[in-house]
């Protein structure tokens, strides 16, 4: 293993004179900034692949390839010396964080300095091996960026879809929450409920703004009460089909308690919703809620608090909201229950690529004896599955890790015993793996 500076290896780019403000809401080309998520542009700066990282705020990097533009507050590195992979320190970053992140300092908004960069030190093995560790999660994060890509398109579906129902040419009548329940409340406040009465298992769920995630009333996360304190709680028991509205903290965010849910109280953060089925249909109050524009723009106007943005019952008693006829809103149930129902697998889906890939990443990077880091052959003979493994990967399953716990061995396996064979794209200067056909399951 060898190790060598940043500034010994890359080119470090800081001549950008572009701000983040400058982005626009649609454009052709990638804007990269000092915050996480990706912006654009109708002009380019660069066209090439590098590293970006931003110098300021939360430590942040990003794999950019093509052409894009990067604000003043990055820096971009590009390759220097032939012998260490661009892409490869990317994965040594995303793998070891804390090379950047120890070094952005300063009270309130942080700073990571030039200088800092560019004396941080890269350990890297052969150039063949560098290409290996690349092919196989650049891969991976291929099928993670795809289904990420399936799963916004599909709800940008269920949104064209609601807001066709909704348009304001259908003449709809204008309601407020208050007139389409029978019941809007929250959960016990104060002393009402008390850290020691709440146990880490139970026969009543206490449900709080973390069960209430991606339009789903999750009870991973909840807390229990035991069955004895029903009567104490019985007022603030919720019913399937009620509807959950955080009250702090991410406000708005609403999903449908299902049938069959089990026992379960709210707590103060949740407001509680039943509905008048005979006028409002609710999933799809629960959506509109959550997303409607009409719906966020009253949310933003009621936001209040000190150190948590938060609003009241009262507030969500008096929400404004457009309703469609009962046929419609019961046809919109169905079509966004079934479109719930894809998207739950992806976030599955999505959640397991991404253990994986922190799974490899820690194989090739961090473990005492790690893909990059180890030299004695023999470890890497071990028998594996990797017939099953190979159709995993092609059919998008995925794997139980715990199954899995060697996957460093996985690519010497692949080699040594003839499954896959290696050639190298020079046009693209990355190596492709092939699956033998005689090993295809």
């Known amino acids: 293993m060898k190790s060598a500076k940043i500034k010994d290896i890359f080119n470090i780019d800081t001549s950008s004179k572009l701000r983040a403000k400058d982005a626009i809401p649609m454009g052709a080309y990638p804007f990269y900034t000092s915050g996480n998520n990706i912006k654009y542009l109708d002009t380019y700066q660069f066209n090439t692949k590098g590293i970006v990282i931003g110098k300021g705020g939360k430590p942040n990097w990003h794999l950019a390839d093509g052409q894009f533009s990067i604000s003043s507050d990055c820096c971009l590195l590009t390759t220097k010396k032939e012998f260490v992979d661009v892409e490869y320190v990317y994965y040594y970053l995303c793998a070891k964080p804390n090379e950047l992140g120890k070094h952005y300092k300063g009270i309130g908004l942080k700073h990571i300095s030039i200088y800092d960069i560019r004396d941080i030190q890269i350990e890297y093995p052969e150039l063949a091996t560098q290409k290996i560790i690349i092919t196989v999660l650049s891969f991976l994060e291929d099928i993670i960026k795809r289904r990420n890509i399936v799963k916004e398109e599909l709800s940008k ?61 999750e009870k991973q996360s909840a807390t229990y009460l035991p069955l004895n304190e029903q009567t104490n709680y019985r007022r603030y028991i919720v019913k399937d089909l009620d509807i959950l509205v955080s009250l702090m903290g991410s406000v708005g965010y609403s999903a449908v308690v299902p049938e069959n849910f089990g026992l379960a109280i709210s707590t103060k953060h949740l407001a509680d919703i039943t509905v008048n089925k005979e006028l409002c249909n609710p999933y799809f109050l629960s959506y509109c809620l959550a997303n409607d524009p009409y719906i966020k723009a009253q949310f933003k106007s009621c936001k209040r608090g000190v150190i948590m943005d938060g609003v009241t019952l009262t507030d969500i008693k008096n929400l404004k909201i457009k309703l469609p006829s009962l046929k419609a809103q019961k046809r919109f149930e169905q079509i966004y229950l079934f479109y719930k129902s894809i998207d739950n697998k992806m976030v599955n889906q999505i959640s397991l690529l991404e253990e994986l890939r922190s799974s490899l990443l820690k194989h090739f990077f961090v473990n005492e004896n790690s893909f990059i880091s180890t030299t004695n052959k023999e470890q890497h003979n071990k028998d594996s599955n990797v017939a099953n493994i190979i159709r995993l990967i092609e059919q998008g399953a995925f794997v139980d890790l715990a199954n899995y716990d060697e996957m460093r061995m996985i690519l010497y396996n692949y080699i040594d015993k003839g499954v896959i064979s290696q050639k190298y794209d020079e046009k693209k200067q990355t190596i492709k793996l092939y699956i033998n056909e005689t090993h295809k399951p």
Do not use: C, M
Not at 167 to 184: I, M, Q, T
Not at 205 to 217: A, S, T
């Open 157 to 217: 579906v269920i949104i064209n879809y609601y807001l066709s129902v909704t348009d304001k040419a259908n003449g709809l009548e204008e309601y407020k929450v208050r007139d389409v329940a029978s019941e809007v409340k929250s959960g016990p406040f104060g002393s009402n409920l008390k850290k020691s009465q709440i146990k880490e298992s139970g026969d009543i769920y206490v449900l709080g703004i973390e069960n209430v995630k991606n339009g789903i009333v």
